[in-house]
């Protein structure tokens, strides 16, 4: 029977609350009072104790510093009260008691402020302001498939991904009308929320003798008079690991508001508390128009958090231990072989890329020049090669480490996805913009898998992101210009599907040469056959498959992928080297004598190389080196870091510029000769205009008895010279005049 005569002699609590204490509030609620349901949570605040120090209260601490909004804990509120009153009060009935506590919570403040004075000079009450209460909680969130009608009005937890973000709106909290006839003001609360305000019909004056009485619908809104505050909407859709096989994902609308707006982006992973609401869609479909009781549900959120901590577009927070660890890491000396050790471990081989990718994932650093000039830091890296050489898993493992990462195929990616398109919106009939993966990759890396698959025209689009980082876009009536620093890793197949070395260099990369010269490396992948590495990479993918399942459990992986996000994120953020100047004239004189030799391997062979050695790539060594020198925090870039970067460009790019055949090297004068027989066969065996298939051609000269690789030379070096030409997929062998 504790607490029936509470409030009952000492205070009356009708003022405050006009029709929530008393009796019926009794009745409701066992015996508590909205009265002393406020006491204690205004107790609760300024006593729950933190367990690890005597006399320390972090939510009296945590009011005082941030006057704005106070974080509370759903396991602090079970652990203080012994009866549970207070957590079931509130996620039974959350809009109800929530307001009570943010109450509680400007009144604690008001008093642990000191009293300030008066313009007349003597002390005051400091005034009581506003507090939002934002919940978090322990348990686990969840499914957006599992809401329904039994959540109404109850606290829900669930995560996801933000897919849109709306502009900020004004939201009234109090409405002040006026009468239309007799000047008579009210003030009206609204429901918070996605809903309105109730205006009453009709106006409770009493009218004198010889006045008009009032209409009915007299009061008219007074918008100046009122009270605001922000609110934003949101979409979230549900992570893609929780949609069931064959389904779409679903979304639900969310609604934040006050200190909660503008501190997301789209794209961010978020598990949110909230009340789970509805509301009367305004622009709801005609079907449902005359459906009185339909109403379209959304979530009131009370409390967010982001639920990947590697998020680069936030200001990312490292602990202190956190910090020593990664300075301790970076000081040892063979730092970078271990990063190195940690990309893609399920890879065997391949030491040079895992380098390069690495470099890829920490960048060099962004350069902003006295005129406007914006020079990029982003390393791009292309992967070109024969099927199954484990570029795609490159691509996955890059999509899941760096901070910041999209994933698209060549194929089914078009210039208005990659960069960005014009929509318009359903609702108002305006354009608005949709970033592609470019502008969505902002600050990370784009993956783009069958480059080489992609079509031209919306190759080109990608030319601008590349070089200059932004995408501008003039059409439907918006001109504009947006971000897209991101570094590109594009993996591409030959045309004929395999590398073939019998083939020259611009046979064998068919992609033009405004393309190659913004990559900054191009690795050729090859697969070779050889019985000690054949036998080494069996094994070792027999292993992976065999242990797979074993660690699976092991979280030591995930860990490290976890470790390396958070280091590259901490490089990129705290450290930015620039190049010493004895780096700098090191690098001066290898350029040019790279030149050099490119002039003179063109002059020898009388053409020019398939992959041009450009100033952009003197910059990308440059790039290269700065992001050796970011993984281990250094902030200048020295000689070491500069000849390891010449090293994986000479090996990359310079030795891709010269695989492949050239027309005059290595022939022996018996090849030489062999050859001219051969091509005087062809020449017998063929007219002028006349088609044949390659294969039959191919296998009738070796009938004649001569050596099939001649032939294939022999061909190649007509159609340098424009003597035959290919069609059908090189597949038909055309003779020209």
């Known amino acids: 029977m504790s607490g029936w005569d509470e409030g009952a002699v000492y205070y009356s609590d009708q003022a405050q609350f006009p029709h929530g204490g008393g009796a019926t509030g009794d009745a409701e609620n066992g015996g508590t009072s909205r009265h002393v349901i406020l006491r204690k949570f205004k107790e609760f605040i300024r006593n729950f104790p933190d367990k690890s120090q005597p006399n320390v209260f972090p939510y009296r601490e945590a009011l005082l510093e941030n006057q704005n909004y106070l974080i509370i804990n759903l396991s602090d509120l079970l652990s203080y009260e012994r009866d549970q009153t207070l957590p079931e009060l509130l996620r039974q009935n959350p809009a109800d008691y929530l307001p009570l506590f943010e109450t509680a919570a400007a009144e604690v403040l008001a008093s642990l402020k000191s009293r300030v004075a008066s313009e007349s000079g003597e002390m005051e009450e400091p005034e009581i302001g506003e507090v939002q209460i934002l919940l978090r909680s322990e348990q686990d969130s969840m499914s957006m498939r599992s809401l329904g009608a039994q959540c109404i009005s109850k606290l829900v937890k669930v995560s996801g991904i933000v897919i849109a973000a709306s502009k900020t709106k004004a939201k009234a909290t109090y409405v002040t009308l006026l009468c239309k006839n007799c000047k008579n003001v009210k003030i009206v609360p609204c429901r918070p929320g996605l809903g309105g305000a109730i205006v009453p019909r009709s106006c409770d004056h009493v009218p004198q003798v010889g006045e008009d009485p009032c209409p009915i619908d007299p009061w008219v809104v007074v918008p100046d008079k009122s009270k605001y505050v922000d609110q934003q909407t949101l979409k979230l859709q549900e992570n893609p690991e929780d949609v069931p096989t064959g389904e779409l994902p679903r979304n639900m609308l969310l609604s934040i508001d006050r200190h909660l707006v503008q501190t997301i982006v789209p794209g961010t992973r978020l598990t949110i508390m909230g009340i789970y609401s509805i509301f009367q869609a305004s622009n709801s479909s005609t079907s449902h128009k005359g459906a009185v009781a339909v109403r379209q549900p959304y979530i009131r959120v009370v409390g967010l958090e982001e639920t990947n901590e590697a998020n680069s577009r936030g200001p990312a927070n490292f602990t202190v231990d956190e910090k020593e660890e990664f300075l301790k890491f970076a ?407």
């Not at 393309?515 to 690795?523: A, N």
């Not at 065999?546 to 994120?569: F, G, H, M, P, V």
Request: with cysteine; proline share 2%; hydrophobic share 40%.
């Open 331 to 737: 000081s040892d000396s063979n730092a970078y072989d271990k990063i190195c050790s940690m990309v893609a471990p399920s890879i065997f081989g391949h030491v040079d890329v895992k380098k390069a990718v690495a470099c890829l994932l920490f960048g060099g650093s962004r350069k902003f020049l006295p005129d406007g000039v914006r020079l990029r830091g982003d390393i791009n890296v292309l992967l070109l090669g024969d099927p199954s050489t484990a570029k795609s898993q490159f691509l996955k493992f890059v999509e899941k480490t760096a901070p910041v990462a999209v994933y698209t195929s060549g194929k089914g990616s078009s210039a208005a996805g990659l960069t960005a398109s014009v929509i318009r919106d359903n609702s108002s009939r305006e354009f608005y913009l949709e970033g592609g993966a470019m502008v969505l990759a902002d600050g990370g890396v784009v993956c783009i898998d069958e480059f080489d698959k992609m079509r031209p025209e919306d190759r080109v689009a990608i030319h601008e992101a590349m070089e200059q980082q932004t995408i501008s876009i003039a059409k439907a009536g918006i001109t504009t210009v947006l971000n897209s620093r991101t570094a590109v890793l594009a993996a591409a197949n030959p045309p004929s599907g395999r590398y073939d070395d019998l083939k020259t260099a611009q046979d064998n990369i068919d992609l033009q040469t405004t393309i190659l010269s913004r990559f900054d490396l191009i690795f050729i992948v090859k697969d070779i056959r050889k019985y000690d590495q054949d036998k080494r990479i069996a094994s070792h993918i027999v292993r992976v498959h065999a242990s797979a399942e074993a660690s699976r459990d092991d979280t030591k992986t995930s860990k490290e992928y976890n470790w390396l996000k958070r280091y590259i994120q901490y490089c990129k953020t705290n450290c930015h080297p620039r190049l010493s100047d004895s780096a700098a004239s090191m690098l001066q004189e290898s350029y040019v004598k790279i030149r050099q030799d490119m002039r003179r391997q063109s002059n020898e062979t009388g053409e020019a190389a398939a992959i041009p050695i450009t100033v952009r790539q003197l910059e990308a060594i440059v790039r290269l080196s700065e992001a050796l020198a970011r993984m281990r925090l250094s902030q200048v870039a020295n000689e070491d870091h500069v000849s390891e970067a010449i090293r994986l460009f000479n090996i990359s790019t310079m030795d891709a510029a010269r695989s492949g055949i050239n027309q005059h090297i290595n022939l022996t004068p018996e090849m030489a000769n062999e050859i001219k027989q051969a091509e005087t066969q062809i020449k017998r065996r063929m007219g002028i205009g006349s088609h044949i298939s390659e294969r039959r051609l191919v296998d009738e000269l070796t009938r004649m008895g001569m050596n099939e690789s001649i032939v294939r030379r022999a061909l190649i070096i007509m159609h340098q010279r424009d003597e035959v030409e290919y069609k059908r997929e090189r597949r038909v062998v055309v003779r020209k005049a």
